[in-house]
């Protein structure tokens, strides 16, 4: 029964399996109806990736702003380093772009290196490879040109010295300083000398032929550089005129003005280094500088203001923000004046009589008529006294009484009035760095109070202290917080100027006066010196001014005229804006000279 159930089976099967085999294409062809499509793209490589190869140079050097030499390439592989196509190989570094392997395994990309010089680099990356990295110098390119880096157009008087040597600095097109690059220098036609006429330029791409020595004589001197294969040349030139010839002079916190021989008023300063004509038709027997704007007197007593606006309100009664006017203006509100002095933002005056009138800022009081309101038009000072000068300096004012006697009003935080006074003047000055305004209180007063403990003075001169030049030709200063105090009772003045600049190399030193002897020489004190130094040995000075960083004078045989100290603002008139610690003649407007560069 066991063996006849087995070969039912058997038979069983064998007849099923014939049955299915018999429809066998039928079932296929089914299958192949209903299964779905499969895209003719390769698959992703179902071998892993095990190594990322370069077959570029790993290292290599280039010009900036050019394509590197040897493109960034890899080649992906398997374990049996068969290479693989289709795989996502990431570039990052310089550049962030993803490519895919080709049949072949390789990826590559382009590399255009930056436009500064430097090292740089390229990493490729792939999932399971150690990445591969590239790396490329770029190097600056080849001269594209120079530029002068000394101002190219400078003016001297006859006999000043450049100070800076003249200075080139050389690039590519990408404006990458050169190194190592050959200058050739020449002077022009009307002559001059360099120290060499060929020079190599350093590591910051600047040459320079060292001293350039030009002549005397006034003309237009030129000096050429350049460089081979570069089309374009740098050209510098310096204008020697001749001396600056002036009757008067007068300066402010960073401008001086002069009128010259010819009557005609210049002034230079506040940006421009050269001296500028006044424009307008008037004419000024003398001048006065504040900050920022400067007043003539006619010979009628007119007086006639230009620059900064001093005098106009605003509805609050307060100056308003600084306008400017380039030709002068009448602003003496028909009050004929026989002398006037600039403060920093006021102006004083005296009329014919002697009486004394003020106008403009009045913060601390130093318009004197006892308020601390603003004027536009000329204001007399409370007290009706009447002075033989006037002077007004930062933000005080003196006269001397016929008697010689000293009266000043105004600021009194350092005793500039002389003696202690009891008022408090407010000001509420805007700090940018807290956004905000605040208040200051200083010691002050609104009406001319005297100065007690000094001689009667011939002349009195205002500026951040106060000075003044007695009868017996001895100098007295105060304000420097100290009381009246002589200045060096073995010299005898004949004039006498109080300063007020500050050292920039020492913050706490500070120049208080400086003066002219009897026989021409000219002395300064500072606050660390117990006497005047003298200055200016072999000039012999008539006149002086006194800006708020720099000085000025009239040499007394010529008239020509000096400036020294600070140059930032042009206010020492040479042309340039180097300072200088010696006087050094300013650039006379009306000298002819010959410039031989339009030849």
Known sequence: MTFTLGVRRSVRGFLITTFICWLGPWIVACRDAVAPKVSATPARPAD??????????????????????????????????????????????????????????????????????????????TRGAQPVSFLAVARSGPPASINALTPVDQVFGTGATIVDQPTFLVVDRFGNPLSGIDVSFETGASGGTVASSLGVTNLAGI???????????????????????????????????????????????????????????????????????????????????????????????????????????????????????????????????????????????????????????????????????????????????????????????????????????GMNNARQLGDPSSMICSTMPFDEYFNEYYVINTSCSTIAQRVTGAPSFASISAGEGTCGLANDASAYCWGFGTGVEPIAPSIQFANVMAMGFYDRDRPSVITMMCGTSLVGAMYCRRSDQL?????????????????????????????????????????????????????????????????????
């Open 531 to 599: 006497d005047p130094v003298l200055v200016s040995p072999g000039l012999v000075f008539s006149t002086i001014a006194s800006g708020a960083e720099h000085e000025c004078g009239l040499v007394r045989a010529t008239h020509e005229v000096y400036c020294w100290g600070q140059n930032r603002d042009g206010q020492l008139g040479n042309g340039s804006r180097t300072q200088a610690i010696t006087p050094q003649p300013v650039a006379s407007p009306e000298q002819p000279f010959t410039d031989h560069t339009k030849e």
């Open 207 to 409: 040459g320079t032929p060292g001293k350039w020595a030009i002549g005397p004589a006034p003309a237009v001197y030129t000096l050429i550089a350049r460089v081979a294969g570069v089309q374009s040349m740098a050209t510098l030139k310096a204008r020697v005129t001749g001396p600056f010839v002036a009757s008067s002079i007068a300066a402010g916190s960073y401008a001086t003005c002069a009128n010259s021989s010819s009557g005609t008023t210049y002034c230079w300063g506040n940006g421009a280094t050269t001296p500028m004509v006044m424009q307008g038709s008037a004419r000024f027997v003398s001048i006065t500088v504040g900050t920022g704007f400067g007043c003539g007197l006619t010979s009628s007593g007119a007086v006639y203001c230009w620059g900064r606006d001093i005098t106009s309100l605003t509805s609050a009664g307060t100056l308003p923000s600084p306008a400017s006017f380039v030709v002068p203006r009448n602003v003496g509100a028909g009050i004929s004046f026989s002398h006037i002095s600039a403060g920093d933002t006021f102006v004083c005056g005296l009329d014919l009589l002697g009486h004394a009138y003020c106008w403009g800022d009045n913060t601390f009081g130093q318009l004197g008529d006892g308020t601390t309101t603003p004027r536009a038009t000329p204001t007399p000072i409370a007290g009706g006294y009447s002075f033989t000068s006037i002077s007004a300096g930062l933000a005080h004012a003196c006269g001397l009484s016929t008697s010689g006697e000293a009266y000043c009003w």
């Open 48 to 125: 892993p990736v095990v190594t990322l190869t370069a077959l570029s140079s790993p290292e290599q050097t280039g010009t900036v702003g050019e394509p590197v030499a040897s493109r960034p390439t890899v080649v992906a592989r398997d374990a049996a380093r068969n290479p693989l196509g289709g795989v996502a190989v990431a570039f990052t570094g310089e550049m962030d772009t993803t490519v895919s392997t080709g049949l072949d395994g390789v990826a590559s990309i382009p590399w255009i290196l930056p436009t500064g010089p430097g090292s740089y680099s390229i990493v490729a990356t």
